[in-house]
């Protein structure tokens, strides 16, 4: 297959006029006065309908994609959060009562049922979802709930601290706990831990407004509690709560015993008596930390050569964003934090950020969030933008693959072996780790949100017993209590994408699949991978999975099946 990429990032308009740019709601209302008085007498009509409608909401997300770009790049600058509250507080809820009589009017329309079983059966099953949740009541509390949930962006881009007379943001402190200095590492990690629960009480009140306005709009939309709204609200056609309790379990039965495996070893190596949090980046055989690339610069370049040697049209992506600029990857004060791929569904070239120190986990930040790129760019030729947007189960493999599938090339990223056989057991050692950490913030989300009105402290009870059941054993956290009991509030998801986070472990089962049939067969792998992405979300999860080669499928067998498979790859490298 080839990816068409003569008009990706240029913008055309058939539907809104040359001018148009939005400012106010006076900039939208004729479109959604057009759409909503139009009439629909025939399938034809119906389908420009949606051409029209879906350019007009291309448009709107791409206008407010830019505000939360500059506002996540710069989120000191008074200006840029204006612009985002103003669409926010001022446009979006204006929007929303219109969208849902567009919906109503697809709805209404006898010829939206003939689509219904093609292409678009997702994107008709989430317009019924969306009529069935939407309440006008809730349309102001929504907007409140947007403005609240990027405060967590301000309050943690705000933290840094002070070492050796430098002072440092936290990612970039966190790059000193991979030092061979445990003493040094231990004072690092303990004014990052001070300076977080600095802002403990802060973050605790953010999260306790949070879960109300949620639980209220659930309970308005006629829900027991959010969870269940959640479910219905993202599109999860595919898979239930009980599913995702099955999974918790599943982690802790097939993936906490090798995550204690390596604890163990790591203690050993080490020749320590217990293991401290502050010990588990560091090398555990004394060396210095890996350094993959000199400077973001570098990091885009080779990750661009990297993915040539894969297949040329996935470089071909990538190098069309750093033609374009879409990058913005070094870690700085006054930069929210965590790294993206956000999609821009006008012109086609998403935008990644990030916070990168120089660490092997940004090379992999760097190669996850170009699969969501690639993925974005694959998915551009479907007609409309709601076809586009995937589900994350589906977003997220596409970029868990592509951390696995470079790694068969970071040769170009480490040229002694040594070295590169240092950073394939790191990777693959965080893949074990992660999926605990997954269990855990989907587990205790689960908790949050069916028990709204908890307290603080015993919300600190519940994370630190789930924390207790999906952790290693081997990590002593004696005098360290409090952070334990909060670790939550690193997790940028918990803050502002609610259930957004058991889809990782998902993903990641389906990449490490992804990885195998590689190592096996990498030019049919590259083509279902491709093939697969270009489908956006015109299948299930089920049958995208199915086109890229492997299952959707999170029982304790399989799951057991692939942690050998791993386990397998770990003993080999050490």
């Known amino acids: 297959m080839t990816i068409a990429l003569e008009n990706i990032g240029k913008v055309y ?40 409608r879906s350019e007009l909401e291309s448009a709107l997300q791409e206008d407010f994609a830019w505000r939360y770009i500059r506002m996540s790049c710069d989120n000191t600058n008074k200006t840029l959060q204006q612009e985002y509250t103003n669409f926010v507080r001022d446009i979006e809820p204006l929007i929303a009562p219109e969208e849902n009589k567009l919906n109503q009017k697809l709805l209404d329309c006898p010829f939206h049922e003939k689509l219904a079983n093609t292409e678009y059966k997702n994107y008709i099953r989430s317009i019924k979802q969306r009529v069935e949740i939407f309440r006008e009541e809730n349309i102001h509390l929504q907007s409140e709930l947007s403005d609240k949930q990027q405060l967590f962006g301000q309050i943690s881009g705000t933290q840094t601290i002070e070492n050796n007379g430098h002072e440092l943001t936290l990612p970039q402190a966190s790059a000193l706990l991979k030092s061979t200095d445990r003493n040094l590492r231990e004072n690092i990690y303990r004014k990052i831990t001070e300076r977080r629960l600095k802002d403990k009480a802060t973050l605790d009140q953010l999260y306790t407004e949070l879960i109300a306005l949620r639980n209220q709009i659930a309970l308005n939309a006629g829900f027991k509690n959010y969870r269940d709204y959640s479910f219905v609200a993202m599109n999860r056609f595919d898979y239930t709560p009980a599913d995702c309790f099955r999974f918790h379990d599943s982690i802790e039965s097939a993936i906490l015993p090798l995550v204690n495996d390596l604890e163990k070893n790591r203690k050993k190596t080490l020749g320590y008596d217990e293991l401290r949090p502050w010990d588990l980046a560091v090398d555990p055989t004394g060396k210095t930390p890996l350094k993959p690339f000199e400077n973001s610069k570098q990091m885009v370049e080779k990750t661009i050569c990297c993915m040539d040697e894969i297949d040329s049209e996935l470089a071909q992506c990538i190098s069309l964003l750093d033609k374009m600029n879409r990058f913005d990857l070094d870690s700085r004060k006054g930069k929210s934090p965590g790294g993206y791929n956000y999609p821009l569904y006008e012109s086609g070239v998403p935008f990644i950020f990030m916070n990168s120190t120089g ?160 190592r096996e067969n990498p030019e049919k792998t590259i083509r279902q991978y491709k093939e697969a992405l270009t489908l956006g979300y015109t299948q299930t999860i089920g049958e995208i999975y199915n086109t890229a080669g492997i299952r959707f499928d999170f029982s304790a067998k399989y799951i057991s099946e692939l942690a050998q498979f791993i386990s397998e790859e770990i003993k080999k490298l050490n």
């Not at 009509?45 to 051409?51: F, P, Y």
């Not at 092997?360 to 479907?382: N, P, Q, W």
């Not at 090339?409 to 002694?416: K, Q, T």
């Not at 054993?473 to 005098?479: D, F, Y």
Request: glycine share 2%.
């Open 359 to 518: 660490q092997l986990r940004d090379l992999v930040t760097m190669v996850h969030e170009s699969g969501h790129a690639v993925h974005a760019i694959l998915a551009h030729k479907l007609p409309f933008h709601e076809l586009k947007s995937c589900p994350s189960e589906v977003a997220e493999l596409a970029s868990m693959s592509m951390e696995l599938i470079t790694m068969e090339h970071w040769h170009l990223f480490f040229s002694d072996a040594e070295e590169l056989r240092r950073a394939k057991l790191e990777h693959l050692s965080s893949l074990i780790d992660i999926l605990p950490w997954i269990a855990v913030i989907d587990a205790f989300q689960h908790w949050v949100y069916e028990n709204p009105t908890h307290t603080v402290a015993e919300r600190e009870s519940a994370f630190n017993k789930i924390y207790t059941r999906y952790s290693g054993k081997e990590i002593n956290w004696t005098g360290l209590e409090n952070v334990k009991a909060n670790l939550w509030q690193k997790q940028i998801h918990v803050f502002d994408s609610p259930f957004y986070y058991i889809e990782y472990g998902m993903a990641q089962l389906g990449a490490i699949a992804i990885w195998k049939n590689y």
């Open 13 to 52: 308009h058939k539907y809104l006029k040359p001018e148009f740019s939005i400012t106010c709601w006076d900039d939208l209302k004729p479109y959604y006065d057009d759409l909503n008085n139009r009439p629909l007498l025939s399938e034809q009509e119906m389908m420009q309908w949606l051409q029209d």
